[in-house]
Nanobody, 121 residues
Framework: QVQLVESGEGLVQPGGSLRLSCLAS????????MGWYRRAPGKERSLVAR???????YYVDSVKGRFTISRDNAKNTVTLQMDSLEPEDTAVYYC???????????????WGQGTQVTVSS
């Protein structure tokens, strides 16, 4: 079974920085997309950023210029560097990946456990 383990939970003041990381492990054959969703209080989960196997990136408008997504294909990790954080960034952040396994050639979505990011003075 594939597992995604996140790290980087924290409390930071406005203007500060945090770095979230996610490690995928298990019988992984190929990883297509990796990225991050978030769920703010009282809102539905929404896409923050994603990166393809070739390195193409997408960012939601509200984080452009402040967040940077990257991946290490050899280590099956994806990282979200968050700078100039704002109170509106407060949310539970979920890592996700679209991958295939040694036992299933179809690409399926897997999710991390979620990590709390709180931006407050």
């Amino acid at each position: 079974q594939v597992q995604l383990v996140e790290s980087g939970e924290g409390l930071v003041q406005p203007g500060g920085s945090l770095r979230l990381s996610c490690l995928a492990s298990g019988s992984i054959a190929s990883i297509n997309l990796m990225g991050w969703y978030r769920r703010a209080p009282g809102k539905e989960r929404s896409l923050v950023a994603r990166i393809s196997a070739a390195g193409s990136t997408y960012y939601v408008d509200s984080v452009k210029g402040r967040f940077t997504i990257s991946r290490d294909n050899a280590k099956n990790t994806v990282t979200l560097q968050m700078d100039s954080l704002e109170p509106e960034d407060t949310a539970v952040y979920y890592c996700y990946t679209l991958l295939s396994t040694a036992y299933d050639s179809a690409y399926r979505v897997y999710w991390g456990q979620g990590t709390q990011v709180t931006v407050s003075s």
